[in-house]
């Protein structure tokens, strides 16, 4: 089976959320809402769905864009108004891109007018105006900053050494990311980091309050789920 699980963030107790004899991935919550979307095969051919009051159903599918065009989607986020979703595209011609769609209809459109790099999900500002994203170019890997007003510029962050997607903290504080380095907290405008010692971590995420990261850190036999106060440095491990 293809299974989507949730853990909680007490005692690491895991809970089944969806499973599918087919292609079912990349789970995301949104900020404010119960509602949850990932990619799926469910239908038959690769598109984005979502889980909202126990139903789920494709928001962005093959047919939003020309025929044949499409070869997978990835990686999507919903706005925190819950109103748009932000995704990664992989065409024909194996171009890797984040578009946006809207929940209320009308054409995707390409995050940036940026080409020849490979773009990689993200995740989006507290305001919805922004959003913080991975690529590839070159042979190097970094951090970017794009405005959602769509075929926007994009701004450098920070090169890094590593290819987990990054998250932004609720309260627009921070932006988390994790490198061969570590782990590691990094303001929006560039200027203050913070890095803590986690190794061996697969993907972080934060807490409601913005106070805390969560991660997963991969074992030989087992995966475990920790936190890290940002402020003192404290490392838990839940389970």
Request: some cysteine; aromatic content about 8%.
């Amino acid at each position: 089976d293809n299974m989507i699980l949730s853990a909680s963030l007490s005692d690491a107790a895991v809970d089944r959320v969806i499973s599918s004899d087919v292609q079912a991935g990349m789970p995301a919550w949104a900020l404010n809402k119960d509602e949850m979307v990932y990619e799926s095969k469910r239908g038959g051919t690769t598109a984005i769905w979502m889980r909202s009051e126990g139903k789920d159903g494709p928001i962005v599918t093959t047919d939003h864009f020309p025929a044949g065009s499409t070869v997978g989607f990835a990686t999507p986020a919903l706005s925190p108004a819950g109103d748009r979703i932000e995704y990664t595209r992989t065409d024909k011609d194996q171009r890797f891109a984040t578009w946006i769609s809207s929940l209320g209809g009308g054409p995707p459109v390409r995050l940036t007018n940026t080409h020849d790099v490979v773009e990689r999900g993200g995740a989006w500002s507290p305001d919805g105006s922004r959003i913080v994203y991975w690529q590839y170019r070159d042979g190097r890997t970094s951090l970017m900053i794009a405005r959602t007003t769509g075929e926007a510029a994009p701004t450098l962050l920070r090169e890094i050494n590593g290819n987990t997607l990054p998250d932004w903290s609720p309260d627009g504080q921070w932006i988390a990311f994790v490198e061969r380095a570590g782990l590691s907290v990094i303001s929006p405008d560039g200027q203050t980091i913070r890095s803590f010692e986690a190794p061996d971590t697969a993907q972080v995420t934060f807490s409601r309050d913005s106070k805390l990261l969560y991660g997963i850190r991969v074992g030989t036999t087992r995966c475990s789920l920790f936190s890290i106060d940002i402020a003192t440095r404290q490392t838990k491990t839940i389970g």
